[in-house]
């Protein structure tokens, strides 16, 4: 699997660099006969733009999806999706006079140590500009699981900094800039934000995603479980240093008779292992949480070197966010839907013998998993 | 990728239920010329072994590696390596009563459901068993690393339930039977130990591992970046709920003037990275957590059901472990082990011009990477 | 994919040396309820085994297959598969003495070239032995393609040196040592065979497989097509030269008005294209051949050259066979049904809509597809 | 790896219909540094390109290459290299009136049995104008090999119906619009194409590709041999019904005192091989050939059905090749060079021990390879 790729079967493939001609996605393995339309992509790509508020960086781009193949008459034919996004506001003159310098906390020295060369225009290659194709992919993942499977994948802020929600109410969740569960915190954020921007500074966030309406049984152990799929691709995402499954880094104090998840005939009494055992899915919700590192590109002075050795002072001037971390919760729903239909379509290859048993995706023995 | 296999260029496909014949492994993609003998497997085998010490589990295994192919003369040919062991303690009647009721906290119930079948005996392939091969591979992959690149990689605890080091010192971590990296604690541990096992419960763990002397370069952006690697190859392990590199989830409180690392002539200032950016190792040292859950095989009853629907209490009668993620240490090192080797030969696939530019695994600017 | 692995969905890892403890392979991505049971690789492995009639050589080996793993009760449990094969009749002191020297014709040159050093006993890894294992596997896939959609898998010989059947009757083909289709001409085979052997030289042959009761849709555009991958499968076999589908060669002198294969209500009025179009099934029988070169182990001197530049004279005073592909034939089967069962678990992965369209696997035009 | 990708580590993932927006690719895993500009795919493309001479179809392109990503000032910087071509000729009313038939011949039945729907607008996804992607990332392999490794692949024609060449000059193979390789057989082919297009009809080719300056190494055995990735890959290509290694189909009725090529202190002797032997090179010419069948498109009409199984009388008025096989000549090249660099990666992935030994690609023992 090349490196720019995601997905056994249901493959996404990535290209583009932030302040290059284009971005775009070649998804392949995607089921025949889904209907999708390119205004499809409008809301979750606005959801994740920049510029949306003030709470987020300034870039201008208008995002607008050409499907380049793989959909006929409004249906996908089962050949590859090209989508690509022209990129209008590229405005590389931001980023021009430190072309030669490596800003702290960012790929820049990596990617030339690696390379020997690199694309220093917004972040190149590395720039979060490569998640719009993840969103976008993520929509078709995202209406094929809810159309076959009933399935739903929605995200949410769990933490800004220090502050943490004092309710999960998700119908909350789209009704403010910060993806936050709990409607009266919202002042709180935004006076919190702009106190921060101010400041020049940036902080961290930490975004949960849940996923409802699995049927037990998705997942392949041992390399290629459930939870370890999903920390790869949550892992991959930008400025992203944790991930989590159920009650993730709680469980180093847990007691194991807490922690398990007792049975009966009305299904799972509890939840902790947030969906999966062994790599499988068990027909609960399934809950995985990810820590975003505040952005190291600061309008506040740092010390670094340039790409001759020298020492010098790097300020970023150009837009930024303070708290990258907001406009990634459909980003990170993006990647998990993506881990479910890879998941979906490698569970029915090898476990969907259709036309001597039953199909297999209705469990065996139907609990009420609603734990 | 079958989902049993690891790695995309050193491959590592394991197979083997915790009371079939045997365990093994085949390794594929191992360069040519490096001398193994069986005994090298020992060390690492007996530090992860059931069995060594009163606080795990009493499971009697010689472990005995014996190499089929892949190794002539000493040296490793290049083509595949396999590895055995035969299962000699395998006692499957002390889990036979329980071959028809889901084990609440382990994955009886998912295999079930995916499979419409299981092996019941000791957990089947879902057993911790399984990770006895991964332990053997990166005996493997931590030889060539070391012989050819100076990199070490050693793994140590940092937390059991709530007790967290007062020190880390890893020249302790092998003389006490907790991998813990303060000597002046295992008394303590020892007594909090005996009482967790004379109460029937268990508690979780958090294993660090740290790799020293990478150089700059390794890893592939955007999907197959070391952390992304390192987060699928950690969250493979049984019962692990959680992965952080480098600060982790404490990111999410952090400001980004205090987390990017600066740099200057004499290398990083600091090191909250991890030791990667971008998905590449920036040179400095590689730091990654894992979280354990506690075990939830228990002599403590607790309800389920069986594949018939009814309602049963479970007893775990046969050994276990009140703590297993002490013997996970030496298989956390094992995974950051295969990553490591899987991404040198990659970034020498992609970036090794030898014979056109000098070789580019020494970096093109050297800083000193102590931070 | 690593190198020695085979297949994306229903994964084979072959490993061993001809002279080595044991070989063996891993099955991966088993469909689950398969019953196996040890003694069903006996038939196949006996059509293939070395020392079967006095024109193959004469290595005796019991191949008594262990199963490691991945059945349960005789049933596959979805888990790997593992199978072994020890090696009891080594004898490699009837190598030893060209240890290193470079056998023309064979793999001796390219392996040391490669990998710097070899196992030479018997050919080590480049060996005909590891065969047995595509052979064992494919027992596994022939099974699983006869229960699930009554496809059937038949090798047989077309060209041995320059005698080519004068029928082709299937029915014949296991009545004789050679898989020869035309029972009439074992004589004269037998005559041919004892002269080859006497002079001390080889010749090649051409194997067919048919494949019959394909339902169209098999296969996967572009680089994944039903024919590439054969390709790749038969061409992998070790002293393949060549490999056709159909028609194969003869296309080049065809013209276009004759070769397209005209379909009416009644089904496809011929099959020039070997049952496949645009790298799909058509639901007809699927046609492939293969061209064995003559054996270059021969107690014919030949000139060659050792591992330090020195001239020297080869003379194979081991076993071998005057002709090859008399025991490719259930090799060529494996690996067709090895393509078969793992495009069959593509397909229904990528189409099996089961649950909202009615499941794929049927054609939806029912056509009479028995050209 | 996704059905629409090639190459391991080198991969090209390709997309695009015929008559849809743009086709396109996205070659990843390409070394940095290479030098790249949308000029130089002009000659490979314009070699390709229908409507070259009257020998070949009608269609009008400009087949202009945009690079989106993957080049900067120039360079290729070791990410992904997105390049797009505009359909600008689509014409799809010459397909409109058979869009619910299935036309004999092409991938039109399987397509619509496997997908449940298709894009018959020119054949869609399965037109031959998916090769313009394999022309334009053969031309950057090419490249490569040719400065990293001097490494030449040249592609003629064999065979056109039942003209064989009375000459190999490849000097004349660019001369010509037949890439035939003898310079006084132009006239004849000349006549034979204007008759065969007066006629309506059309005829097979074969068309052959050798590489030079291979290093002895390259290929990974077992099953990523580099006979079967040859075989693979040139399978893929449309039309194509057989694949030859070296002496090819001749091998079964040759001897194997004749075919084993003898070495000596100044290399080998001949090169029945094709300069692979055991699926690794040899250091020597590499050759292989492969069968192309007739165009099924022709004004000549032919019984077929129609979705609805009716029965219906196909003519295809739009324009097509008397001879597909012409233009093949640059997309076999291309698909050869295509394996060669993923080989070369891989080979130094395993083999190129930088650092401890000297670099492995020099070969051990220097023969003149010149056979």
């Given amino acids: 699997m ?38 499809e992509f409008r809301r979750d790509l606005d959801r994740r733009a920049t510029g949306r508020t003030r709470h987020t960086s300034q870039r201008q781009e208008s995002d607008d999806i050409e499907i380049l193949s793989g959909v006929y008459q409004g249906r996908t034919t089962g050949t590859p999706i090209a989508l690509v996004i022209r990129n209008t506001d ?50 078709i993942a995202k209406k094929w699981l809810a159309e076959r499977y009933g399935v739903t994948v929605r995200g949410f802020m769990s933490q800004i900094g220090e502050i943490v929600p004092n309710a999960y109410d998700l119908s909350a969740v789209e009704e403010n800039p910060f993806f936050w569960p709990a409607a009266d915190q919202v002042g709180e954020l935004e006076t919190y934000m702009d106190a921060l921007r101010k400041s020049g500074d940036s902080v961290g966030a930490r975004v949960d995603v849940v996923a409802d309406g699995l049927p037990p049984g998705w997942g392949e152990p041992i390399y290629g479980k459930l939870d370890g799929d999903l920390a790869a691709a949550l892992m991959s995402i930008n400025a992203v ?24 005939r009305s299904g799972f009494a509890s939840n902790h292992a947030g969906g999966i055992l062994g790599g499988i899915s068990t027909g609960q919700q399934l809950r995985c949480s990810t820590a975003f590192k505040p952005t190291s590109s600061l309008r506040l002075p740092v010390r670094s070197v340039d790409i001759h050795g020298n020492e010098v002072e790097v300020i970023t ?37 259709v036309g001597v048993v039953s199909p297999r995706i209705p469990a065996q023995l139907e609990l009420d998993a609603d734990a």
Same sequence: chains 1, 2, 3, 4.
Wanted: overall charge neutral; charged content about 25%; some cysteine.
């Fill in 90 to 139: 590229a405005r590389s003159k931001d980023y021009g006079s430190i072309a030669e310098q490596f800003r702290p906390g960012h790929a820049d020295y990596t990617y030339w140590q690696k390379y020997g060369l690199r694309d220093p225009r917004g972040g190149g290659r590395s720039s979060a500009r490569e998640t719009t194709m993840r969103v976008a992919a993520g929509v």
């Fill in 317 to 353: 001037t150009g837009r930024h966010d303070p708290c990258v971390g907001i406009r990634a919760t459909p980003i990170c729903e993006a990647m998990v839907a993506l881990v479910l239909v890879d998941q979906a379509l490698r569970h029915r290859a090898q476990c969907g013998d």
């Fill in 241 to 264: 240093k944790g991930v989590e499954i159920g009650d993730g880094f709680a469980v180093v104090a847990s007691k194991g008779s807490e922690h398990r998840d007792q049975l009966s």
């Fill in 2 to 39: 090349a490196s720019n790729s995601f997905g056994k079967l249901f493959t996404v493939t990535t290209f583009g660099e932030s302040h290059g001609p284009a971005i775009g996605c070649v998804i392949d393995g995607c089921p025949p006969g889904l209907e999708i339309a390119p205004e």
